[in-house]
């Protein structure tokens, strides 16, 4: 596979002299796959190749031995005094990474955490996790959360124990961090605190919460015709113009979670029988969504004649090299806000729950029932749904009652 990217007969013998040979040739074929160009391919093939004649030169054979210690001895040496491969550390740590993935060389240790605050926040998610059972998106939230403020604890008071952790140094967080997320994320990890008997007081009092009365707000949506707008002004010339226009589809003509798309696979697409499973949600329960003629086509468009030939379960992929599923949900949620402000639609909010609340509203206002729209969105109660009423704009127009004009003329 070196041929792909070398073609001298002289570079390619230097090349494969070593005993990392074998895993160059492999690495090659890794890398084409991954999506990296030719140009960067070979770069990092050249850096290889030397650290594979130093090797040579030091009669290694057992290449289980390879690690970033002798990485580190071989730029030392050879590289750094010399003024050469200065910028190799990215090839290395992605050429050992490869290795490990082969199970060619041992995986580094975990060294043991002994951080006491690590700890705590491990034994938090732990409990967040088999005692309380919040869903993985909660999870990281909460534990951002504690992790912010132990760090601001430890910050203004580097000596503080958490036994005598004061309402004081609660409040000084809240009025550094305002926002609710802080206000409920602190109130959780308090009560975990006093669930472990590190204090005694009921400080999760002192984090007042504004009342949030139910059905209180109004969901943040666009009117369908800039949903529809939005849909047909992604740009398909642009490399990654049919990935992102079958995101928009996903969350515009199902109401999506940015975390489900993300996650989709391909077993979870059923072509003959027109339905798409989500496995898993937020609340624990899977559902079975219509795989319509429109979302359908664009996907199968974007499957067959844009997305790499890389060899994962998920559907969608990063459109960078090293090809992979998304980081994380809010690589969806970016989709989303480019198309928005490239198209220049002003909008409440710019997420991807933006589009899950628009396709919400629409189907209220075009008379579909609240639990089929419940159903829909995968919400485990119907009071959930309820709140899409108050936008239901055709229904409330009608039972508006007229005003009452007495005997004014």
């Not at 003024?83 to 550390?89: D, E, H, K, L």
């Not at 909460?142 to 132990?150: D, I, Q, S």
């Amino acid at each position: 596979m070196l041929e792909l990217y070398f073609s001298k007969p002289t570079t390619l013998r230097q090349l494969r002299r070593g005993p990392l040979t074998p895993m160059l040739d492999q690495w090659a074929a890794a890398l084409h796959q991954r999506g990296y160009t030719k140009e960067t391919a070979s770069h990092m093939l050249t850096d290889a190749g030397a650290f594979n004649r130093y090797l040579h030169r030091l009669s290694v054979t057992d290449i289980t031995t390879v690690d970033e210690g002798v990485v580190q001895q071989f730029l030392d040496t050879e590289c750094y005094p010399y003024g050469m491969y200065q910028s190799s550390a990215f090839t290395f740590r992605t050429f050992l990474a490869y290795l490990r993935e082969q199970a060619i060389i041992a995986v580094l240790p975990t060294p043991p955490t002994t951080d006491p605050d690590a700890l705590l926040v491990e034994r938090y998610a732990t409990f967040l996790r088999t005692v309380r059972g919040v869903a993985s998106s909660t999870l990281k939230t909460r534990v951002l959360w504690a992790t912010r403020f132990l760090a601001f604890c430890r910050e203004h008071d580097t000596a503080l124990d958490l036994s005598g952790l004061t309402a004081q140094n609660v409040l000084d967080f809240i009025t550094h961090r305002p926002m609710h997320m802080a206000r409920q994320g602190v109130r959780q990890f308090l009560r975990f605190l006093r669930w472990e008997g590190i204090i005694t007081q009921e400080l999760e009092r002192v984090v007042m919460m504004p009342r949030q009365y139910a059905l209180a707000s109004v969901p943040r949506h666009l009117p369908w015709s800039l949903v529809e707008q939005l849909l047909a002004g992604v740009d398909l010339d642009h490399p990654h113009g049919r990935r992102d226009r079958a995101i928009l589809y996903l969350l515009a003509y199902l109401g999506m979670r940015a975390s489900e798309v993300m996650r989709l696979t391909f077993a979870d697409l059923d072509w003959r029988a027109g339905v798409l499973t989500i496995p898993t949600t937020k609340m624990h329960r899977g559902r079975i969504l219509p795989l319509t003629h429109g979302v359908g086509d664009v996907l199968a468009d974007y499957i067959l004649h844009e997305r790499p030939a890389v060899n994962i379960p998920e559907v969608f992929v990063r459109g960078h090299a090293p090809y992979g599923p998304f980081a994380g949900s809010q690589s969806v949620s970016q989709v989303v806000q480019r198309h928005l402000h490239r198209l220049g639609i002003a909008a409440p909010t710019y997420g991807a729950h933006l589009l899950r609340h628009s396709f919400a509203t629409h189907l209220v206002n075009q008379g579909t029932s609240i639990k089929d729209v419940a159903d829909l969105l995968g919400h485990t109660s119907i009071n959930t749904t309820a709140i899409y009423t108050k936008v239901d704009t055709t229904h409330l127009l009608a039972a508006a009652l007229p005003f009452p004009t007495g005997g004014l003329a």
